[in-house]
């Protein structure tokens, strides 16, 4: 489902009329109460609006005031098995004080000093890490490992073995994206713990998906069979950096390539079937040119965004905030987003769209 | 996705040590509260457990009960615009009060005196009715009238326009499956009021869909491009009857036919793609003939049923009830199920499986 | 694709200027022919038409003519293992002599006396049975004995053991569609002798595929993975007729059921899919009304016609017939195509559409 | 369907015995030719055998024969409107003089000298240009022009308009491979001239294709469609190059990369679904290691190699060649292809396997 323009009449499901009260209909309101049952006349306006209606709240989070307490646990707080990740997850204001950065997804920054090793293991939920400054760990997928620098997207799908070690003298930070909430909600998570160390000790420049998948258009023919899952461990940042930077030179030359004049995007995709690096879980890169301003955009789903690179105001809703590097932000379903720059704004996102789209749910307007 | 066997350590992550409590710690968690942020490592037992451990119990809704208060709910609830619809939804105890039978699946007795309109509306959630007994209500699909009776199941896409009335002079019961706790989460509901009246008197025997739809692997040339819900509006219980039927017939002939011994079953499924009814929901009938039992059998993913005919004892987790028919019970996602019965059970069965299978989270175990 | 206008220019590739002739071009071309090698500039006009240009040519196969011949067959050639059949098909007169109706259709008129058996084989030719008068014939498909009567449409996918014979007193004919030339084309035939007597002597009234998969939208959970042709192994005629007489009443009751006025038509599917019933072959019924004329349509891809019940005329290109019941007749790719009747036509198609639209090469005109 | 092992009875198909001669089977057979009939038990060892059996023939041409042969076609034939192209065809020894490599698969060798344009057309046929020497020709699809250089890749899907122009000082050749045999087999082609002079004078290295999506992994928002053939209009060498090292490299590093030892190997695919460029034509690239030998390998589907670099020796059937930079074979249907080299061989090549995939009858044994 695409765009649709969907007139709503004045009369709103939240603003219903209830039956005439009586002893009568107390007592039937007890008896249900009793068997376990709710009318759907006294909750239709919460669970039918007119539009999406989320409880998660628009709310930004500062790299500023992330970053030092990320340091701070690592003073604290031993990484290890069982608690398995130094990760610290954005609890969005409207979500009860879980976990949760939107009810789908989770936003987390993770921390590990010199020489720590994040423990093996392996979940269906999805995940992927963005790396939004430093480098010196690999996370070793499979027994692949994989260096993590700035710029870089690293997926990792749902139930592949992984853990992650720091092989240089300096600690490091990343932000770690995942459909916990989705999984949590829905009841589809499993887990399972692998060896305590990390599989591997070498620290290739490449890791050995890269060198099989990373050629553009070019599929090995050992690896025919598509996967629901990107093959390809890790989207580098040269690549991302060119494709945008292309796309607004052929928007500067008279070429169809942006999205809306002076905003570049690309999609990370899986090479083996052009769909979402991940089943659950949509990730792009969205690059304002200076003095460029997108239009407001709602969509059914929400997203977590985060400044790679460069200032700007965004808005969601009705709040605006003045955003600069490594500062994250939530949109909630249906709230409108826009963006402007004056010296240009680069941005990472990531949403539940596939779900949506999956499911025949998805809806935006412009 | 299918069976997999996951031998998990002993050592679970529900029960994590913690970092060595300390001054500065506290500080450190104080600092997390106010800056909205939760680590991953307070949590993790909760939110990444060996399997799936839903909050949703087994439970088990009596039709002997539902009955006699959906008709109470007659007399003292008018039915009409704002409320929309007499139904009465089951909730689960583990779920906090709220109307959902699971976190994903809504499942509520519906109620329609003689006379009466339930007034046109739409909505993004998709729905479909099952009859256990009785007659008289016609559902209006964008204009084409579909009887309810006995047996049959209706398919209630999202996003089209539908209406009741009862045409007759009895007042007529059914269920009502949704998505609704699904949508409600993830924030992709809209909702659009239509006309107050259902817009159609006619009550043939046949809905239009039927007439173009209804005839086995044979499909109209004006309609050949595929829809993601079915164009299929009702499914009768002269042809469902006669499936298992005819899937017992063929087992006692010695042909593979039946899912287990003396286990017919069938799957309601588009026409137009060979999938589910509806993007969201599996449904189907499973048939026990006498002195059948099942294998338990464990699923990632939560389901409903309800008994339309016969008797017999269902197993859920480690709940165990002799039913009847109409009783509604629930499975949560990945605790065994089994049922048998010694005179013979008839199982309508809807689930939230479609999800977990499009997202490449569908997991079982026999 | 689909249909397009395309205004081509008036200079056709057929009538391309040549270069000078000279004794140094002759020398080339010498050259050329030695070395196994051909100029496009020579062949363009025929290997690159502005539009399709078949060698194929409308033509028409009187049943009245046919049927005699088959039964004088029945007299002087035995059937029995390797001959096979016997099967008399159709030859169209622009391709050589050789047994095609179409570039990529066989269709032949096949014959079976009292007891006699054809059979069991199998090949990757896709292939199916249409019968226009008599019964009497099972064939035997993987041991699933599949009566045959007037109006049954059978399909016979690719691979799978068959054999036929005929447990009656009396000779039966039909038609046999089969995409041989299209796999003698592009060389993909396999072909593997089965047991010299057909594997059963049953003869039920209904096949097993039928009692699994003939009630309409419901799928044996035995079944669920979706395979590229039919499972189903028999359509029968009270079904079609009835879904096109239904059509008819849906459009004189003002509502959108037929292809145009007059005309019903149903696509046999795979039920498993939606889809057509074999990979290379789609098979289609129409109906026309009295008084009814269809448009001139063009398409690209050829077609073999039946005609099963009524009379009419029917145009293809610049040829005119009336028919009735058992004509058979071939429209070649992009020929224009239409009928029309004075007292009603049924009419049974086979094309090879399928193999067009996977390879977006379908395009039409109306 | 993959590899299969089905030992075929010894009797065959192409030795059937014939019904007993007499004056009225003549008769018979008169009637049969007179009618357009032919019975399918005279031809059925041809139409059905055991396995593919192609008329195509093995062949193999030398690149030192044919570049100076299209150079003496510069002299003597004008490039132009009409004639379109100076290409000269492979015909195959086994199909009858026409320019046919395969029965579905055409392969020409192009020449174009300094100045010199291919005046802009468009047809349905899919094609490509693989360039083993040279470089000074931009092909401009669509208006986006598209330099040519050794060791490229350009694909080149049905109904877009292109043509070629030779911005340098020096002549260049390339091969050319379509779907011409196939699509005029069975009757799809269109063809529309477009202005006779090429739309761009721009001769830039990279193409705006390129630029969109040559980036691995990543796909514009701009194009967020999926089309049935690539939008990458170039696969440049560097790339093709860097990804078989790879393989080799992760080989000897013990790493599952290669198809099998010393035998690296990719398939050119489209970044909007992973699979095949065009829809029906696909495209590898086989590099084998210093003294590689490959097992010998049947698939149903025929194929044309050109050798890209390096020495060796190839064995089609029953004949083997000492091939050379620039030489073209041709691997019919089922006829077992192997290849081995002492210092190194690196071949391009191409098939119509995504026909038989598409279509089910894709077969291989190795």
Redesign the interface.
């Known amino acids: 489902?695409t765009s649709t323009s969907?007139p709503?009449?004045v009369?709103a499901?939240d603003?219903?009329?209830?039956?005439e009260p009586?002893a009568?209909?107390d007592t039937?309101y007890r008896?249900?109460e009793s068997?376990?049952?709710?009318?759907?006349?006294t909750?239709?306006g919460?669970?039918?609006?007119?539009?999406?209606?989320?409880s998660?709240l628009p709310?930004l989070?500062r790299w500023r005031?992330?970053l030092p307490?990320a340091a701070?646990?690592g003073?604290?707080?031993?990484v290890g098995?069982?608690?398995?990740?130094?990760?610290?997850?954005?609890?969005?204001?409207g979500l009860g004080?879980?976990?949760f950065a939107t009810?789908?997804l989770w936003a987390?920054i993770q921390f590990l000093k010199p020489g720590e090793d994040a423990p093996v293991h392996r979940?269906?939920?999805n995940a992927f890490r963005f790396v939004v400054e430093g480098e010196g760990v690999w996370t070793v997928v499979n027994g692949d490992p994989v260096a993590m620098r700035r710029g870089d997207f690293l997926p990792q799908a749902?139930?592949n073995w992984h853990g992650h070690h720091n092989l240089s003298d300096r600690p490091m930070a990343w932000i770690d994206g995942l459909d916990?909430p989705?999984?949590?909600?829905?009841?589809?998570?499993?887990?399972?713990?692998g060896p305590d160390e990390t599989d591997s000790t070498e620290a290739p420049a490449s890791s050995?998906s890269e060198?099989?998948?990373?050629?553009?258009?070019?599929?090995?023919?050992?690896h025919?069979r598509?996967t629901?899952?990107?093959p390809?461990l890790a989207?580098r940042w040269e690549?991302?950096d060119?494709?945008l930077s292309?796309?607004l030179?052929?928007e500067a030359d008279g070429?169809?390539?942006?999205?809306e004049p002076g905003h570049a995007?690309?999609?990370?995709?899986?090479?083996?079937?052009?769909g979402d690096?991940l089943?659950?879980v949509r990730t792009?890169f969205h690059r304002l040119a200076p003095d460029t301003g997108t239009r407001a955009r709602r969509e059914?789903?929400?997203s977590v965004f985060q400044v790679f690179e460069g200032t700007g105001e965004v808005t969601v809703g009705d709040t605006s905030w003045a955003v600069a590097r490594g500062d994250l932000f939530v949109v909630?379903?249906?709230q409108p987003f826009s963006a402007s720059t004056e010296h240009g704004l680069d941005l990472f996102r990531f949403s539940?769209a596939?779900?949506?789209e999956?499911?025949?749910?998805d809806?935006s307007v412009a």
Request: proline residues 11%; hydrophobic residues 40%; aromatic residues 8%.
């Open positions: 489902m969907s709503v009449r009369q499901t603003a219903v009329d209830q039956p009586s009568a209909l039937l008896a249900f068997e376990l049952l709710v009318p759907l006349w909750e239709i919460d669970l039918m609006p007119a539009h999406p209606d989320s998660a709310h989070w005031n992330l307490m701070q646990a003073e604290l707080v031993p098995r069982g608690g398995e990740r130094r990760a610290i997850a954005l609890a969005n204001p004080g879980r976990p009810p789908t987390a979940h269906t939920q749902g139930w916990i989705f999984q949590h909600h829905i009841g589809s998570t499993f887990f399972e713990f050995r060198r099989l998948w990373g050629h553009p258009g070019l599929r090995p023919l050992t025919l598509p629901p899952a990107t390809l989207y690549h991302t060119r494709a292309d796309q030179a052929l070429h169809r390539a942006t999205v995007a690309v999609r990370y995709t899986n090479p083996a079937t052009g690096v089943p659950t792009e059914a789903g929400s909630p379903s249906w539940d596939p779900v949506f999956m499911l025949h749910l809806r």
